[in-house]
């Protein structure tokens, strides 16, 4: 059972001024934090959530074209994303770890190196929203065209229609989790600026670690889109 | 209390496996498995998530079961929403 | 124990500790929160009301002459968004919830404070974003913005009334993001999980429902703004989208919504009951499970809103037998409470009228919900005013019956007041009476055929006697509603002042003054006793609640 501990006495002084005045102890008050940002990750997943769900409902009904328009997608530069994202994971979670073993200066080292892989992450992904533009692969606009066929069915042309409700869904999902990391680079920012003088250390990291699960979260979307939207059918 | 620390080996090793993880499923989605594709497309993606949810996000070494709950309970309603929203369209032309 | 004075020599509480505008606007003061949501849920309680006073009146007659018909889809539409997601949603959760849990918790706020005071922005901002809408000209999609509809052809302002529900949706989520946390973290010592009050209990499932449940609403509005500005076709059927998609996003959340819009009040019954009938509840394991079950199952069962939308027969089918599987844990509650006063020694207060109308109007409307659930009856009553009857027993003869018996039950531990008992229980039944004559005709109306939603019933005239009948009652449930804001607000300034405990009441919030002091307690309660300890308290005092 969790209950927390006897308070301390009503205006006795905190060592840390971390601490809240509402929590007893500083471990109450990480495991709350900690706690909170697990189930703000879990309203994440089912939001999300609905799209994917909208995902597999259009997918499953217009297999062939979601393949065509699938296709369509840069592979290389998907692949060149995957790889920088999770390359970023692991500079957070180093920089949790200088955090837990005391290397002060090498937590700003590592999290200055997570925001640019974050912003390379965008860039790259702006690159590619720009090739749509110029291919007329955005959704709802009057040029929107895919040319092509259904992969393996020379016969059959794309359906215009099922095939911008694919873009709709590339837009809406990468739209959504590239938000997600302008948000993470700027909070990213913050715990910097707040390493940098020296505020974390084996004592207290947990906006640290907190801002890490956010960012892991991140990444675990973007792990399920990549094969979901660039690898619908890629085989001869 | 102790905070379980993983050495720098983990990390790495766990990056790497991230890494081949990713050139896997780009590999195998230029294969031709049929009805395999999306399953692998899945396993793999899953896979690596888990990884991420143990060792980068430290649930492995939780000090609570509550931690593991909360994650389990979301996937669970996540499933639902498609599996009967699922339920509705794959039914939809059955006589 | 020492309790702190003001120079005024007034005993400083959390209300005359701080006076001025910024005092409440910047507090992290979970029992401020309370007040500052208290004022905003009343004053769209007042808006929602009005709508519906306005749709009664055009009822009044078979012809469509009190409003246009564009007018009358507004009046219900405005209705149903304001009063579901301003009011309902809200209501016990953010004001007795927020008041309330810490204390009965043994703790002196909850967990994040400075996020439940952006929780009451984000509320306040979704109501200004809806009061804009109002003044704007409205929507007139119906509350459940279905597309094409709200996608394609209105020309009314459905971005903004979608984006006053999305800023409210995340209110929602953080409230119950910290609800959970602080049930988890902030117990007192010796509050384990087998003695905390059923009310903290019913909020824990509640919040379950908010932190699961929202997110997908919040993605459905999303993706009908973006086809909105974008002329996507995600939910067009010309374009190769499906409507039905929209729904099931929509109503998988809104279906749960209905729960955490109930689950509270069932809370509140459980401590009026116990209170009020010097008695342990009966099955304190069973209610717990009842509240977690209902939040898990309610989960299971969206698509009978869907029945006659187009959703395949087999669907239609597991979505009807799981529906059914609903209405157990809540037969359960109901079996439990009326065990609970079963050779208890039950007193009539204004708190107990209300339980007493919660448990028979809510199993009305419960039962109802079963002839729903089946498909062949739905069929012919869904979209007709039976389903409104059936939702109006549960979210007014249940929910607001039960928010108004909590409001009187714990209104002097709030104020510091005591209100005035005759009129509490005179109020209490104009509520039950204006309830029954305006939504029991309803259910015969549905049954006949009256179509929901419909301004003008003149190819049916013979629906005209019982609109009336509703009409009648709902001009008395209007005056029943408006006795407590008079008579709450005139007890603050001249109610009798309240003892620390005027119900002999079990519970943590009734061992602290009234009203309480900022902090809560002056030294964390250690817990040593169960839940209801009735017999006790009984032995102790050998007193039972009077009438004041």
Redesign the interface.
């Known amino acids: 059972m969790h209950t927390s501990p006897p308070a301390t006495v009503e205006g006795e002084a905190h060592e840390n001024p971390a601490l809240l005045h509402h929590f007893a102890t500083e471990e109450q008050q990480k495991n709350a934090a900690s706690l909170g940002m697990w189930l703000f990750l879990i309203t994440e997943i089912m939001f999300f959530g609905g799209m994917f769900c909208a995902y597999l409902v259009y997918r499953y009904a217009y297999f062939g074209d979601f393949a065509a328009a699938s296709s369509s997608l840069d592979l290389k530069l998907g692949t060149i994303n995957t790889i920088v994202l999770i390359g970023s994971s692991l500079t957070v979670a180093m920089a949790i770890r200088c955090a837990q073993v005391g290397k002060q200066k090498a937590i700003v080292g590592y999290l200055v190196l997570t925001i640019i892989l974050g912003v390379a992450f965008l860039g790259i992904k702006a690159i590619e929203y720009k090739q749509k533009f110029d291919e007329h692969h955005v959704p709802g606009l009057a040029n929107f065209h895919l040319e092509g066929h259904v992969p393996r069915h020379a016969d059959v042309p794309v359906n215009q229609n099922h095939a911008q409700i694919y873009f709709s869904l590339y837009f809406a999902m990468t739209g959504m989790h590239a938000l997600h990391m302008i948000i993470g680079v700027g909070l990213f920012a913050y715990l910097t600026y707040k390493a940098y003088k020296g505020r974390y250390g084996p004592g207290y990291y947990t906006p640290l670690e907190n801002g890490g699960l956010y960012w892991h979260f991140v990444d675990i979307v973007w792990i399920y889109l990549f094969p979901l939207l660039y690898l619908i059918d890629r085989h001869p | ?1 102790s ?1 379980h ?2 050495s ?1 080996k983990l ?2 090793g ?2 790497l496996a ?2 081949a993880g ?1 050139i896997l ?2 590999v195998v ?5 049929g009805p395999l ?1 999306p399953v692998m ?2 396993a ?2 899953t896979t ?2 888990v990884l ?2 143990l ?4 649930v492995k070494y939780a000090h ?1 079961k ?2 593991k709950l ?2 389990v ?3 669970f ?2 499933l ?3 599996a ?9 032309l ?1 006589t | 124990m020492a309790t702190a004075v003001l120079e005024t020599g007034e005993r400083e509480t959390y209300l005359n500790r701080e006076y001025g505008i910024k005092s409440w606007l910047l507090t992290v003061d979970h029992k401020r929160i309370a007040l500052l949501y208290l004022m905003g849920i009343t004053f769209f309680f007042f808006i929602g009301g009005f709508f519906a006073l306005l749709i009664r009146l055009e009822l009044l007659t078979p012809a469509g002459d009190l409003v246009q018909a564009d007018t009358y889809n507004k009046l219900f539409t405005m209705h149903g968004q304001v009063m579901v997601f301003f009011f309902l949603i809200p209501a016990v959760p953010a004001v007795l919830g927020n008041f309330l849990i810490p204390i009965m918790i043994g703790a002196k706020d909850l967990a994040f404070p400075r996020i439940n005071l952006l929780s009451w922005y984000l509320y306040i901002i979704g109501g200004i974003l809806m009061v804009y809408t109002i003044l704007a000209g409205g929507v007139d999609t119906g509350w459940t913005f279905y597309t094409p509809l709200s996608t394609e052809f209105l020309k009314t302002n459905v971005t903004t009334a979608a984006l006053a529900v999305f800023v409210s949706g995340f209110s929602s989520i953080l409230t119950g993001l910290n609800f959970i946390v602080t049930t988890h973290r902030m117990r007192a010592p010796g509050m384990t999980w087998n003695r905390l009050p059923l009310f903290v209990w019913a909020h824990y499932a509640t919040s379950i429902i908010q932190v699961l449940g929202t997110p997908v609403v919040a993605i459905a509005i999303v993706l009908v703004a973006l086809e909105r500005l974008f002329h996507l076709g995600i939910f067009n059927p010309t374009l190769g989208g499906d409507p039905l998609l929209f729904q099931h996003l929509f109503w998988f959340y809104s279906h749960p919504a209905v729960y955490i819009m109930i689950l509270p009040g069932m809370g509140i019954i459980s401590e009026i009951v116990c209170c009020f009938s010097r008695k342990r509840v009966f099955g304190y394991k069973a209610m717990a499970i009842a509240l977690l079950g209902i939040a898990v199952v309610g989960f299971l069962v969206w698509a009978h809103h869907m029945f006659v939308a187009g959703i395949s027969l087999y669907a239609a089918l597991i979505f009807s037998f799981l529906s059914y599987f609903v209405a157990v844990p809540s037969a359960i509650k109901v079996f439990n409470w009326t065990s609970t006063m079963y050779k208890g020694s039950i007193s009539y207060q204004t708190p107990m009228l209300y339980a007493f109308g919660f448990i028979g109007l809510f199993t009305m409307g419960g039962l109802t919900g079963l002839f729903l659930a089946c498909l062949g009856v739905d069929v012919h009553v869904t979209d007709t005013y039976f389903v409104v009857a059936h939702f109006h027993y549960i979210m007014v003869g249940g929910m607001v019956m039960a928010y108004l018996g909590g409001m009187h039950f714990w209104w002097p531990k709030i104020s510091g007041r005591l209100y005035p008992e005759g009129w509490g229980r005179l109020a209490a039944l104009l509520v039950f009476v204006g309830f029954n004559l305006t939504f029991f005709p309803q259910f015969i109306l549905g049954y006949m055929g009256m179509p929901r939603r419909y301004w003008d019933y003149s190819h049916s005239p013979e629906f005209q006697i019982l609109n009336v009948l509703s009409t009648a009652g709902a001009t008395i449930l209007a005056v029943g509603y408006l006795l407590p804001m008079i008579y709450f607000l005139w007890s603050m300034r001249y109610g009798k002042p309240a003892p620390d405990n005027p119900w002999n009441a079990a519970g943590l919030e009734w061992t602290i003054p009234s009203p309480p002091t900022t902090f809560n307690f002056e030294e964390q309660p250690v817990v040593t006793w169960e839940a209801y300890n009735y017999d006790e308290l009984d032995q102790r005092t050998e007193e039972v609640p009077v009438a004041h």
């Not at chain 2, 989605?29 to 498995?33: H, K, M, N, P, Q």
């Not at chain 2, 060792?55 to 430290?58: E, R, T």
């Not at chain 2, 009967?84 to 939809?92: E, I, N």
């Open positions: 209390m905070e620390i993983s720098v990390y790495v766990i990056w991230l890494m990713t499923t780009v989605a230029g294969i031709d498995l594709n497309a899945l793999i993606a690596k998530a991420v949810v060792f980068f996000m430290h609570e509550l931690t909360v994650i309970t979301a996937i309603f996540f639902i929403l498609l009967l929203t699922m339920a509705d369209y794959t039914t939809r059955w």
